[in-house]
Structures are given as C-alpha cells and as structure tokens.
C-alpha cells in the first residue's frame, strides 16, 4: 500500500516526463476534506491536455489506484482526475490562469518538487 505522497510523487513525475509545464503540487489535506493533494499542470494544447491526463490515469492504475471520476471541461481546455486521496488537474495556460487554483488554494502547503522533477 503506497502512501498518498508516494502516489503524488510518481504521478507528478508522470506528467513531468510527458512535458507537462508549471507542475505544482499542493498538500491540502490540513485545509480541506476533498484530498490529501492537489496535483495542478499546464498543458500546451487541448490535445496535450488530455495525453497528460491519459499518461497520468494510466500511471495512477499501474499504481493499483482507483479512479472516482474523470471530468473534462470546454473540449479539453481543463480535465480534473479524481483520486480520493489526490486530485489531478490539467489545464490549458488560459484555464490555468482563469481558474487560478493556487490562489483559490494559497492555504495549501506547496511541495518542494526540485527533487522530484527534472529541470530543463
């Protein structure tokens, strides 16, 4: 059994090894009941939007975690996977900035990612 940082660390990478942008990863579990993490990423299109999420719910399977729902929003402008215990979120860069989850959520613990991501 893998603990939900373990499970937000492999998905993290997941999406950081599809060329996933501005990959922030918000630890919410003291600020909210909804999820242990919220996982929030930039895609470069729709298209790329969803490759991210398909690369990320695969991953999340190989992983043996169960999926609560998948959600997409205004042709893959935004797509939401719903893990229980991690909550994923990819957007296209005007969604993101729309939506602006990391100041909707500027309580949530931000996770230090320089070990965990590769830089360019």
């Not at 893959?76 to 957007?91: A, K, M, P, Q, R």
């Amino acid at each position: 059994m893998r603990t939900p940082k373990e499970i937000a660390i492999a998905v993290t990478k997941a999406l950081d090894a599809k060329k996933g942008q501005d990959i922030k990863l918000l630890k919410i579990d003291h600020v909210s009941s909804l999820a242990d993490y919220f996982l929030i990423c930039t895609g470069t299109s729709n298209t790329h939007v969803k490759t991210l999420c398909d690369f990320a719910e695969y991953t999340l399977e190989q992983l043996g975690e169960t999926m609560l729902s998948r959600e997409g929003h205004r042709g893959n402008s935004w797509e939401l996977l719903d893990y229980g215990t991690i909550v994923v979120h990819v957007f296209t860069e005007e969604a993101r900035k729309f939506y602006d989850l990391e100041r909707l959520w500027a309580d949530a613990e931000v996770v230090d990612l320089k070990d965990i991501i590769i830089e360019e």
